[in-house]
Every structure is written in C-alpha cells, then in structure tokens.
C-alpha cells in the first residue's frame, strides 16, 4: 500500500499488508513468546519498559516527525504525541511490581487472588492518533505480562513499525510487541476471529466496532472497545463567556476535527446565543490552517481526499461562517460552524470527522440535558457555568465517559478514560488500566 502525505500528496513509503496467513504466523509468534514473557520477573519487565521509554524520548523528534508526514498532525501536536507515548510507557513500566492478588478470609485454609495475563491481545488502532491510541492499549497489556499484536489503520502504519524496532531495541524479547499492517478486513478480522488472540483493544467507529464485538463473541473474546462520539460542549448564560468562545475552536478543530472527543455540538443557552456566535466567529476566523510544520499553524489537512468529501457532504447550503484554509496539493478543508433549523439536521447528529462544528440554543437545564444525551453517543463533553452546584448537576446528568467544567481536556494517562452507550466499552488509562488485560484467578488452600 502506498502511504501519502496528506498535506502534500507525496508517496511516504510503500507498506506491504498481511493476509491471513502472515496474520496467524504473527499470532503464533505472539503464541510461542508468551509464557517466557509472563515468567519475566515484575521487575525486569518495568525496567524493559522503562529502556523502552527512553528510547521513545531519544526518538521522540523522528516520531513526531513522521506522524506529521503520515497524519498531518501539526508539530505541536506531534510532538505532544511522542511525549504522550513516552509517559505511558513510564506509567504502566510501575505496574508489574503493583500488580498483586488479594488474601480473602476463608475457614480450613488460605484464599488467594492472582491477576493473570490473559495471552495474545490485538491492539486494533484508527489513523486518527495512530501511536498514541497504538500504546494506549499496548503499554498495560505488556506490563500485565501479555504479548501484544497491534494492527495500525492503513493510512497510518509508520510510527507504529517505528515504534517496533525501538521496542526491540530496548531489548523486549522477539514476538513481544509485533505491528502488522494490514487491512482491517483481512489482518483485523483475522485477529478478532482467531481462537488464540484471547482480547481485542479496537479504536475505530462505532459501526465496525459493532461488528467486532459480534465476531470476538464466537471465541469468547474480551473485548475493550474505544468508539465514535458527537459530544457537547454546554455554554450557560452565567460562564466566563470570553474563554468559552475562545476555546470552543481548539475543543472541535484540534487535529482538524479528527478526534473522537472533538466538541461538535455546541448548545448555548438563549440570552446569550447571539453573543456567542458573534465571539466564535472571531476565533474561528483566527484558527490557522496549512504546513502542520509552519510554526503558529492550528489545523494541517484532513487524512484522505476520500475522508475530505465524506466531511464536505455535510455542509450542504451556506455555512454560517467559514474560515480559510490552502487550497492545491493537500487534503485541505476550512473550520465550519453551522447553525441548525432542526435538531435531526444529519450534520447535527451524525459524527463528522472533520472541521465542522453545529450550534444550537437552549433554555435551562433540562433542556440541555435532553439535547446533550439525544444521540447513541457518550464519549466526552464540556461544561461552562460559574455555578458550582450546577456544575456538578450537569456533570451527573450528561451521559458520557469524560467531562470537563470550564475546560475542554478530557485525556490524561493517568485518569480513566472510555464511553458510554455506543462510544465505547470498557476503560483505557489510569490506574485501573492493567485490570482489562488479566483475569482474576481465585485459588483455595486447604489448612
Ligand atoms: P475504522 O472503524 O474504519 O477503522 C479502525 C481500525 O479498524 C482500522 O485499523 C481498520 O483497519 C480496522 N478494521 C476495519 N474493519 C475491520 C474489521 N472488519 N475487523 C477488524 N478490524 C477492522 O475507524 P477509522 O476511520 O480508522 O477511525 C475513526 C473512528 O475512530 C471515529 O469514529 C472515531 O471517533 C473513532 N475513534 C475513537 C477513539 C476513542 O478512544 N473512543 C479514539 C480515536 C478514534
């Protein structure tokens, strides 16, 4: 397959895909590799993650360079990627000598728990943050003691095999952590139906998400799924406006809109509707789009031409206002904000994927409830109001995995992170991270 800069519309490389039969030659690797990999001692496996989280810092440079010729991410944004990659590897290399049982009370003996490795998981990851979402689920499945296949979306393998000579270099043993380009209705539906892969991590939309919880049930698979999302960004009349607005674009046209947890329903609150628009055209007016390497650049393209005219069906009619953006070689699409006559406006309901942002009022609480939870999406959201029981209110009351008040972050390493509904099942990140990667083995000694 020949991979494309999306920002110039050069060939990158050309990658070659697995079929099936390199797909179960790789499982049997994964297969062969595991039980020396979970007899490593805790300590040794922390200190190879560690080695390997030295090398992503040494790379880092080289890493986020290649995610800006493959994915178009700006240099900022690359750059906070391999940092990112680097961190969890960090985080989860102190997980395998915390990672103990329990001793429950019993009568005529001992109870002991043991959290054990569950053996070959696929990592199945979208172009969207191909080496963050890749390590996500990677770096806990090997602290856990799991040996691990990752299959990166097509457009987007080059970090990922990057990041597999480094993990070798680092002196992870071979078959540990293999990347397998491949397409996802060859390598990854190989993965998820093939008996020996015992869990599956998929990042992807939710329509193939579904499709691979119903394959993983044949084989009892566990499954971690990551999916789509149309989440809201909830402004009140009582906000700190300004900052609102201002931060409204970034909250939706990061990484031009191609983010799960992009806030692409902005619901304003009627007496200040008006206001809002005025001061989210400003800022939108301001979002800079071109060379993701330009210093000051805010948005680079979208990933394909194909995706381009996916998110260009959207805008039909005349936008309410629309920004600027190169026009030539290069996936280029402007930041678009929208305002809806009716609330089943398919760009209102739909996920886009792209740099297109929906506004709509409302009056009260409830109904921003009701507007927020009207989809079959729950991934994140945002909330701004200066009223602190409010605050919390709506954070109960809006049906999402991860919500921020005055603020739109919503992904930290260290927190959990995951949807509700059909964005998702199952948490990744945080403390809690390596409990999806084991199962809890109960074993009773007699007195
Ligand atoms: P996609 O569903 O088309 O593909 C995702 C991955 O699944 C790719 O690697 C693809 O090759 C593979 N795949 C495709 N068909 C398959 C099959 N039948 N069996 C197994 N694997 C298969 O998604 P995409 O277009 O690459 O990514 C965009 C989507 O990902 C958006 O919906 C976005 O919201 C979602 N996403 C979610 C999160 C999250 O954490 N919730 C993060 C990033 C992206």
Redesign the pocket.
């Known amino acids: 397959m020949k991979i494309i800069n999306p920002a110039t519309e050069e060939v990158l490389a050309d990658v070659e895909l697995a079929d099936v039969a390199e797909t179960d030659r790789a499982v049997e690797r994964a297969r062969r590799a595991f039980p020396a990999w979970r007899e490593v001692a805790p300590g040794d496996r922390a200190r190879l993650l560690r080695r390997f989280a030295d090398l992503v810092e040494r790379h880092g440079e080289e890493l986020a360079a290649l995610e800006t010729a493959n994915a178009g991410h700006t240099a900022g944004n690359a750059a906070w990627e391999a940092g990112n990659v680097r961190d969890v590897l960090h985080y989860y290399a102190g997980a395998p000598e915390r990672e103990h049982g329990r001793q429950i009370p019993v009568p005529g003996g001992v109870n002991l728990t043991f959290a054990e490795p569950l053996g070959v998981v696929g990592v199945?990851?979208?172009?969207?943050?191909p080496m963050v979402?890749m390590m996500?689920g990677a770096a806990p499945a090997l602290a856990a003691g799991n040996t691990v296949i990752v299959?990166?979306?097509?457009?987007t393998p080059l970090t990922a095999l990057r990041l597999a000579e480094l993990a070798l270099e680092a002196g992870l043993p071979q078959g540990v952590l293999q990347v397998l380009p491949?397409?996802?209705?060859v390598?990854?539906?190989r993965?998820?139906e093939h008996p020996a892969v015992r869990k599956?991590v998929?990042?992807?939309?939710?329509?193939?998400?579904r499709?691979?919880a119903a394959?993983a049930a044949a084989t009892v698979k566990r499954v971690t799924?990551?999916?789509?999302?149309k989440s809201a960004n909830i402004v009140f009349a009582d906000a700190d406006l300004e900052r609102a607005a201002a931060t409204a674009p970034s909250a939706v046209f990061d990484n031009s809109g191609?983010?799960?947890?992009a806030r692409s329903r902005i619901l304003v609150e009627r007496p200040v509707y008006e206001e809002f628009l005025d001061r989210l055209r400003e800022a939108v007016a301001d979002v800079t789009v071109g060379d993701p390497l330009a210093p000051g650049t805010d948005m680079g393209p979208l990933i394909s031409a194909e995706?381009r005219e996916r998110v260009a069906s959207y805008v039909t009619g005349v936008p309410y206002f629309q920004g600027a953006c190169p026009s030539g070689r290069g996936f280029w699409f402007p930041p678009t904000v929208l305002t809806h006559e009716s609330l089943d406006d398919r760009a209102f309901t739909e996920?886009i994927?792209g740099p297109v942002v929906g506004v709509v009022p409302f009056s009260g609480e409830a109904e921003a409830v009701e507007i927020a939870n009207n989809t079959e999406y729950g991934?994140s959201g945002s909330i701004w109001t200066r009223d602190v029981g409010r605050a919390l209110r709506m954070a109960r009351a809006v049906e999402a995995g991860n919500l921020s008040v005055n603020s739109h972050s919503s992904v930290r390493y260290w927190t959990p992170?995951?949807?509700v509904k059909q964005?998702?099942l199952g948490r990744?990140l945080g403390p809690d991270a390596l409990a999806a990667f084991t199962d809890t083995k109960n074993v009773f000694i007699a007195h």
């Open positions: 199945i990851v979208p172009w969207n943050f979402v996500w299959k990166p979306a097509e457009w491949g397409a996802g209705e390598a990854g539906a993965l998820v599956i998929f990042t992807g939309s939710t329509d193939v998400g499709l691979v394959r799924l990551e999916l789509g999302g191609q983010d799960c947890c995706h996920e994927f991934l992170f995951g949807g964005s998702g990744e």
